[in-house]
């Protein structure tokens, strides 16, 4: 919050999120661990990845968001796992189990393969919740699947019970369930906590696991196990971190997590973030000008335009007209543009004319506007940032509206930054600003064009010569600013190490090998022109823009095409058309193979309105493969920004060779995420890495990487922002201000 003072905006001591406990030295590090270790902890897990017992599964349900990475084994099997609270009612989980003793090495093929590995995964539902309307003697009850699909070694249905009796000692958690399949029966358990010992716990189980219906157990060297059995295992809780020990058919068993609130809105507060007037200050000392002053001086525009790309922001326009500011900007630093409109506001109140009385900011990206921030109220504004007004009051005078790319009023019209003053602006300033962080090194320049070096980890599951395969390098990118909507992007990718290379077995499919050759590039070369596209912008109309693209699109692709993308109102529902026009390259990056093929997708997106962060993706058109079909995506972004989801591909392309078969040929899918480095670093910043993961490399249903995707970049520069509540998260710095 601040003061103002004839102009000057004077600090108060709750203004910067500097004013919590952490100091500014304290690393990024301990301070995620610290976030996290102030959160109630969570359950165990079983060892199936679901919530539960040691390894059946109880009806519980994690706090909504809760992500978990652990690892559990209790011999033969050994799992690491994933495992996510996507919806209050809803967990999902991924795990890749290994079952020691049954070796393939001595395969034809296998060589170096090691013990037997199984991908599977799993989801458990709510039906009711406990105490349901009330009625205290209602348990908890959950229905679930494990292992559904692939070879469904371990596949299970359960329905199961779980009802917690709090005493003043502590509580009793009891849970009754019923499993087909893998699970052969009636199954039961119970976890008993102390008040005096919160972060310990016992379980005791009754296990109906049926061991061989896994038809590798008896390859395992291991005694044949009876389906029904006792065992019971001691938990603690630390933080963000479960283990869990204990014995059970005359073994040993562990089991240890860590959660991760993906709820919480940021891991890392930004603590490294300073004021956007000189030398870091939250105030600034100048007075501002009247109406007449600043139309007959260029010093008030010139100081303005001076602390705004100080700030960051690039490509200003700025006019005053009848008490009208319209500024127009852009910003990448920024994880929301709603922060980047906050600074913007405060540095146009030290410098606009006294007699302001509404402020306009659009936000842009590449030279296409997205959205105004239109404050009718300056007066009340100003009062804001002091502190004497509410958030409830700021909103009621706020309105948030698409940008028109004409201009809604004379000030957003007219643009007083001539080239002069934009010279001069950039006399003061270095030709580059630098930043680092935990992840990269950058250098953006004042017209925006921007150079960075980041690591990047690709990954290769379950191939006979070895389960786990990955190529982990460095990408030099380039983001080179033209001309008004005029980019051309390009990236160098070069490899420190990698075993994708070792990939020997040549890819079985009958399709134009249009992904499945992925060993066969990594082979050719260590170092690789990744991607040179020279992409053009424009912004028609209200709520519509067009992208047309040519170049190297990626490893793989290089071509030309166009994309059309038109947002209805509300920013719910969005529709996009893609054509691209796209060759293969060959293996060195240096040359194209014979191949070439035109794709053409129509995509829909829907922004569900009972079920939180979650949106809908329908694909239909021409793939890669020349196959034609749909994708489908379903995915949730969380409050911290991570976005988790999955997608299913059902085209024509009949890839009947392993793992299709002929019959039921092989279709695409798989899961994705995409993390904001912003919530995990004491800087602001709008870098984002992406993750995806299928069960196999296969040539049905792939679309080639686009350029850049308009929906995806909207979403991620303004909309899910502008959207998000009442607009404005993260727009004043003030502590507790996007709580929860």
């Not at 191949?595 to 793939?623: C, D, N, Q, W």
């Not at 009442?726 to 727009?731: E, I, K, N």
């Amino acid at each position: 919050m601040k003061l103002l003072v004839r102009g000057a905006v004077a600090p108060r001591a709750a203004r910067c999120k500097r004013g919590i406990s952490l100091s500014a030295g304290l690393s990024t590090g301990l301070a995620l661990f610290l976030c996290l270790s102030a959160l109630p902890a969570a359950a165990q897990y079983s060892s199936m990845g679901l919530s539960g017992l040691i390894h059946m599964p109880d009806a519980r349900m994690k706090p909504d968001g809760t992500f978990a990475v652990g690892y559990t084994h209790a011999k033969p099997y050994s799992a690491p796992y994933v495992t996510a609270q996507m919806l209050p009612f809803l967990e999902v989980t991924g795990r890749y189990t290994r079952i020691q003793g049954y070796d393939l090495s001595g395969k034809p093929g296998w060589e170096g393969y090691g013990d037997y590995k199984d991908k599977s995964a799993g989801l458990k539902l709510r039906l009711l919740p406990e105490n349901f309307q009330g009625y205290r003697w209602i348990p908890e009850v959950s229905i679930g699947i494990d292992d559904f699909h692939g070879t469904q070694l371990f596949r299970s249905e359960f329905i199961a019970a779980s009802k917690r009796l709090d005493f003043d000692w502590g509580y009793v958690d009891g849970t009754l369930g019923y499993g087909r399949k893998r699970i052969g029966g009636l199954y039961g358990g119970l976890r008993v906590g102390l008040a005096a010992l919160p972060d310990w716990a016992l379980v005791a189980e009754y296990d109906r696991t049926r061991y061989g219906y896994d038809p590798q157990y008896q390859h395992t060297g291991m005694a044949p196990r009876r389906t029904g059995a006792l065992g019971a295992a001691l938990e603690y809780r630390y933080g963000p971190m479960s283990l869990q020990a204990g014995r059970m058919h005359g073994q040993h068993v562990f089991n240890v997590s860590f959660n991760v609130p993906f709820q919480q809105r940021e891991f890392v507060p930004n603590i490294y973030e300073t004021g956007p007037f000189p030398g870091g200050l939250w105030a600034s000392t100048s007075p501002r000008p009247t109406a007449q002053q600043w139309t007959e001086s260029e010093q008030w525009r010139l100081e303005l335009l001076q602390t705004l790309h100080a700030e960051g922001l690039r490509n200003v326009q700025a006019a005053w007209r009848d008490g009208v500011l319209s500024l127009r900007m852009s910003g990448e630093r920024y994880r929301y543009a709603s922060r980047g409109v906050g600074r913007a506001a405060l540095i146009a109140l030290a410098y606009a004319p006294l007699e302001t009385q509404r402020l306009e900011i659009t936000w842009e990206h590449r030279g296409i506007a997205g959205i105004t921030w239109d404050f009718n109220n300056v007066p009340l504004l100003e009062r804001y940032f002091a502190g004497t007004a509410s958030r409830a009051q700021l909103v009621h005078s706020l309105n948030i509206y698409y940008a028109d790319p004409t201009g809604r009023t004379d000030a957003s019209r007219a643009n007083d930054i001539d080239q002069a003053l934009l010279d001069l602006a950039h006399q003061r300033q270095g030709r580059f600003a630098f930043g680092r962080s935990l992840v990269s090194l950058s250098a953006t320049s004042t017209a925006q064009s921007s150079y960075s070096l980041t690591p990047y980890l690709r990954t290769y599951l379950n191939d006979p010569s070895g389960a786990f395969k990955y190529d982990v390098g460095l990408r030099l990118g380039a983001e080179v600013n033209l001309g008004r909507g005029l980019w051309l992007d390009g990236s160098v990718i070069g490899s420190l190490h990698e075993n994708i290379s070792d990939v020997k077995q040549p890819s079985n499919s009958l399709l134009p090998h249009v992904r499945s050759d992925v060993a066969e590039y990594r082979r050719a070369s260590k170092i690789k022109l990744q991607k040179l596209t020279l992409n053009q912008y424009w912004h028609p109309a209200t709520r519509t823009y067009v992208r047309a693209s040519a170049g190297i699109y990626e490893e793989m692709f290089a071509g030309a095409g166009v994309q059309a993308l038109y947002l209805h109102r509300g920013g719910r529902l969005a529709w996009d058309v893609a054509v691209d026009a796209v060759r293969q390259r060959d293996f060195k990056g240096t040359g194209f193979q014979d191949y070439k093929t035109v794709t053409a997708i129509a995509s829909m997106h829907y922004k569900l309105p009972v079920l939180e962060g979650v949106t809908a993706t329908v694909r239909a058109g021409r793939f890669l493969a020349r196959d034609y079909g749909v994708r489908v995506e379903l995915s949730r972004t969380f409050a911290s920004g991570i976005e988790l989801g999955a997608w299913y591909s059902h085209t024509n392309a009949d890839d009947i060779t392993s793992p299709g078969r002929p019959g039921k040929p092989y279709q695409d899918k798989g899961v994705f995420m995409r993390i904001p480095l912003g919530s995990m670093t004491g800087h602001d910043m709008s870098a984002m890495a992406n993750f995806s993961l299928s069960p196999w490399a296969r040539d049905g249903g792939q679309m080639v990487e686009s350029p850049d995707d308009l929906y995806q970049t909207m979403r991620r520069k303004w909309l899910d922002n502008a959207f998000d509540s009442d607009g404005l998260r993260s727009f004043s710095d003030v502590v507790g201000e996007d709580a929860p």
